[in-house]
């Protein structure tokens, strides 16, 4: 059985996973750059360990120190949380050579879904629909022309080791394909060391949906119902809801047997997704799968009342899965809300920097899943995420209401950040209605705009606030009653000698 497990990440997720690991009695190793010396994940670790400058290529991307310090510290597993060597299937195999588990699944899986055009072709195999497209690598420009004229504009070309919108570009007329090729084949060098780029028919306006699965080393794989993912910029997540207003109980049958199949096609041991389109007449095509724990894991903890982390320990232990499919059942509605040290108003450039006040939401149905304090400089080297807000509510209305509330209360200062953004998002007829897609952000962005104006209004009076409260404090001093000596004397004393309890 694992007993000490080093966290191969840093902020929010590092947290994350060593709660899940506390309430199991399992201890924990953090691992940190020179820049995150002091961030909450560092202190909360039973151990901690340094590896190496800020640079994530010379720390959190370096496999021998992560090795050398799971070994220095005894640690019998390692969770890669998500990003950096989460998707590594180099790093598994280094884990398994050094008799360490990895907390995830095998390197062969992450190898055949890690390659888009692997993947499409192993979920043609296994019956999952995928967006009509190409199968091989498209080596020159009348590749292209001659599959675009079969299938038709618009197009996606997509790199096929890609991710996160990189090496990707829309061709929507004939005069754009050549430098769309071009573009999107440097990309993919640059970002991933290859430039594979195969083509997607281009499917309008549609739906970003995901089913999250479970599966273990004996064959036994579920799924743990979906997550709408359609609110996006520039192909990044902002806010994900789970179930979908989309999703219909048959539908959503349909779609998670085949989520486990593509599971099944791999033989997936852990936790991972099965991503997919939806256009509105409910037409679903596989669009990839992470093969890791995702940042909106917790609307799906919430919905159903499981820990995934921990199902991701128990099934690296070698343990059967713990849940039937007739065991997982939705109740209420989860809403999550990325929160990032960010400028909305400038084209959303990071910010970091050191946050001077902090006051995190609180509440029924509240949960904040963070790394940052009052106090705390956010480094400029890593990802501008610095926290989650996730609620829970028994209705999709109530939902919305309770993520109002929260956002309202959330204080940051010191840096700027999205939240007003995201408020406004809470506003939006589309979004409180559910019609919305991948188009959301784009169709309402005039409206999401008139944000700035509305969260200054806010600030203002924040700001007023604070220094009514100030001048309150300094009239208080100034017109306190003085001893002979002219030193204040204190309220409660005054107080008692009115009351006779007190002999001054």
């Known amino acids: ?63 021998d120190r992560i090795i050398e310090a799971a070994k220095r510290f005894g640690a019998d597993a390692i969770h890669p949380g998500y990003g950096f060597l989460s998707e590594s299937a180099e790093f ?28 499409r072709q192993t979920m043609i195999e296994a019956g999952v629909p995928v ?87 004996h064959g036994n794989i579920i799924h743990l119902c979906e997550r709408e ?9 902002i806010v994900e809801e789970s179930p979908s207003p989309l999703m219909t109980d048959a539908l959503r049958k349909e779609m998670g047997e085949k989520a486990v199949a593509a599971a099944a096609a791999v033989n997936y041991v852990g936790a991972g997704t099965i991503e997919f389109l939806v256009d509105d007449n409910h037409n679903y095509y596989f669009l990839e799968m992470n093969t890791r724990l995702q940042v909106e894991h917790p609307i799906t903890e919430e919905v159903l009342g499981i820990d995934l982390v921990k199902e991701q320990i128990h099934v690296a232990n070698g343990a059967p899965l713990r849940l039937k499919q007739s065991d997982v ?66 209705t999709r209305e109530y939902a919305i209401e309770r993520m109002r509330r929260t956002l309202f209360e959330y204080k940051i200062t ?44 806010d600030e203002d009076e924040d700001v007023a606030i604070i220094a009514a409260y100030m001048d309150y404090l300094v009239n208080l001093e100034e017109n306190a009653p003085k001893t002979a000596d002219n030193l204040p004397i204190s309220r409660w004393r005054e107080f008692g000698k009115r009351n006779g309890m007190v002999r001054i």
């Open 229 to 237: 993912c359609s609110v996006q910029r520039r192909h990044q997540k």
């Open 1 to 63: 059985m694992i007993k000490k497990i080093l966290v191969a990440n840093r902020g929010e997720i590092a947290i994350r996973v060593m709660r899940s690991c506390k309430e199991m009695g399992i201890k924990t190793v953090a691992v940190y750059s020179e820049a995150d010396r002091t961030s909450r994940h560092v202190f909360y670790a039973d151990e901690a360990c340094c590896i190496g400058p800020a640079p994530s290529k010379e720390s959190y991307l370096v496999i």
């Open 131 to 217: 967006v009509p497209g190409t199968q091989e690598n498209m080596e020159n420009l009348e590749q292209v022309k001659s599959v675009i004229a079969s299938i038709g504009l618009p197009v996606m070309l997509k790199a096929s080791a890609g991710g996160g919108g990189k090496g990707m570009r829309l061709i929507r007329q004939e005069s754009e394909i050549e430098n769309a090729f071009n573009t999107a084949k440097s990309e993919a060098m640059s970002s991933f060391g290859d430039e594979t780029v195969y083509i997607e028919k281009y499917i309008e306006s549609p739906h970003h949906i995901e089913f999250q699965i479970l599966g273990d080393k």
């Open 414 to 457: 010191g840096i700027k950040t999205n939240i007003s953004y995201l408020r406004k998002i809470m506003d939006t007829p589309d979004f409180v209605q559910g019609n919305y897609n991948t188009h959301f952000i784009e169709k309402n962005s005039e409206t999401l705009l008139k944000t700035q104006y509305e969260v200054s209004k």
């Open 329 to 394: 059942v939705q109740r209420g509605h989860a809403i999550e809300c990325r929160i990032c040290a960010e400028d909305s108003e400038n084209n959303f450039m990071p910010c970091p920097g050191v946050i001077k006040q902090l006051t995190d939401p609180l509440g029924i149905g509240t949960r904040v899943d963070s790394y940052v304090y009052e106090g705390y400089e956010i480094p400029m080297h890593y990802d501008p995420m610095i926290g989650k807000l996730i609620v829970w509510a028994v």
């Open 92 to 119: 598994v195999r280094r884990c398994e050579a050094e008799n360490i588990i990895f907390i995830g699944p095998s390197a062969e899986a992450m190898i055949k879904m890690g390659d888009k055009i692997s993947a």
